[in-house]
């Protein structure tokens, strides 16, 4: 079934790149650049830029990201990330468990990455099969109970009455067509600087540091060099 799903969504996609040579689709520029900040740190000429394209219900997006906040730890300020919520069709409950994501967002941005890290610790609840007899409505209320543990108590009505507010659907179809702009159709899925990272450098610490060292040093070269013409 997975498989078939994923055979489906690949076909779609091609179909949109192909029609896209032809046909100029009117698309709505959201007011805002999607995706989630980490630790609200902002992005500046100077820092190094990280797109990540996770999937709450993602095993893969929940294995990548221990050495990613790792790495954005021992970074600090030198380093942003972004996180761009991207629904895989296959997985059935990932556009409502995005969608918690943009509703805590809006509510509390600094609990957004709680919710994410309580998605990733407790994944398997809302995999396909532990979900397969609950209603839609039973599976929304799960989602949004956790999402109330990420944000407090006193947002519970807020968390559940977002699953009805037409503006977080909104957003969270802007995160999976954004991704699809960049060209994503897995997760996770990196970008650095704007540059999509291959598939074997996704979850390994060092494979971090081997990517972003080198930037970091070319960075402080090319401070340098201005301070050196003046002085000479």
Known sequence: MALSALFSFLIFFALINLSGRFVHAQVTIPARFDGFLYKN???SIDS???E???DPVCPDSRDAWPPLKQ???YYGHRVSLVVHPFALPYHDNSFVS????HIVNKLNPSATYDLLELFFSRQEEFYNQPTFNMSRASTVSCIANLATEAIGIS???AVASGFSDRETDLMTRVSFKYGCSRGVFGTPSFFVNGFPLPDDSLADYNK???IID???TEQGIEREEPFLHLVL
């Open 41 to 43: 740190r902002p992005a």
């Open 48 to 50: 190094i830029m990280i």
């Open 52 to 54: 990540a394209f996770f």
């Open 71 to 73: 790495a954005l730890d």
């Open 98 to 101: 995005s969608r918690a994501l």
């Open 155 to 157: 947002y519970h009505s």
């Open 208 to 210: 971090w540091r081997s």
């Open 214 to 216: 080198p930037l970091i």
